[in-house]
């Protein structure tokens, strides 16, 4: 079971980048997945999460993004993926998913997202 984050870069204030989570081990779409973030110095905050576990897709997202970040999966190429846009400075972080199976928490490597002018 593996996660793959990627799609981060340094883009200006107001910007868009998308961020990638590619699974293999497993089907992402049978699973909640969620991405999260530590900014530098900070811990690390929940973003966004879609889980399916009641039987329709429920989701998540933290105050600080609502409006601006979309979770969407694409269940054949096995991935999911975080739109963010109108980014701000203090979205400044690196970007983890992760997914829950059976329990056992699974993380990908982080993504680094930087916003600065």
């Known amino acids: 079971v593996q996660l793959q984050a990627s799609g981060g870069g340094s883009v200006q204030p107001g910007g868009t980048l998308r961020l990638s989570c590619t699974a293999s081990?497993?089907?992402?779409?049978?699973?909640?997945v969620a991405w999260f973030r530590r900014a530098p110095g900070k811990e690390r905050e929940a973003v966004s999460c879609?889980?399916?576990?009641?039987?329709?897709?429920?989701?998540f997202y933290a105050d600080s993004v609502k409006g601006r970040f979309t979770l969407s999966r694409d269940n054949a190429k096995n991935t999911a993926f975080l739109q963010m846009r109108s980014l701000k400075p203090e979205d400044t972080a690196v970007y983890y998913c992760?997914?829950?199976?059976?329990?056992?928490?699974?993380w990908g490597k982080g993504t680094l997202v930087t916003v600065s002018s």
């Open positions: 992760n997914s829950e199976i059976g329990g056992v928490n699974y």
């Open positions: 879609i889980d399916d576990s009641d039987g329709y897709s429920q989701y």
């Open positions: 081990g497993f089907s992402l779409g049978d699973y909640a």
